[in-house]
């Protein structure tokens, strides 16, 4: 089973960068796409990033194109976000999921599009 694991997270003054990692590992490590999320206290999951394991194509949400990018090393199954021009706003939980049903990262980052989960890994932007 393919497992995902989180990692990088931390506390970060405003303006601030961290680079949060996806770890792959498992017996089936086949997938089609990689997507990130976050969930804040008191929110709902919501979707922050995709990229496609065969074209490279990627996603953002509005909230942080221009600030985050996403990107993938294939040998290492690995995926990155690299956070810049963090704001309080970006607190929370982030997690990485995979999405094996399609290549396709475009469009509104749904939640039940995703499965294999990893367990989350905290980001706190405050002063």
């Known amino acids: 089973q393919l497992q995902l694991v989180e990692s990088g997270g931390g506390l970060v003054q405003p303006g601030g960068s961290l680079r949060l990692s996806c770890a792959a590992s498992?017996?089936?490590?086949?997938?089609?796409?990689i997507g990130w999320f976050r969930q804040a206290p008191g929110k709902e999951r919501e979707g922050v990033s995709c990229?496609?394991?065969?074209?490279?194509?990627?996603n953002y949400a509005d909230s942080v194109k221009g600030r985050f990018t996403i990107s993938r090393d294939n040998a290492k199954n690995a995926v990155y976000l690299q956070m810049n021009s963090l704001k309080p706003e970006d607190t929370a939980v982030y997690y990485c999921?995979?999405?094996?049903?399609?290549?396709?990262?475009?469009?509104?980052?749904?939640?039940?599009?995703?499965?294999?989960w990893g367990q989350g890994t905290q980001v706190t932007v405050s002063s």
């Open positions: 990229i496609s394991a065969f074209t490279g194509s990627t």
């Open positions: 999921a995979a999405r094996r049903s399609s290549f396709s990262c475009s469009g509104v980052l749904l939640v039940d599009d995703f499965g294999s």
């Open positions: 498992g017996f089936n490590g086949n997938y089609k796409a």
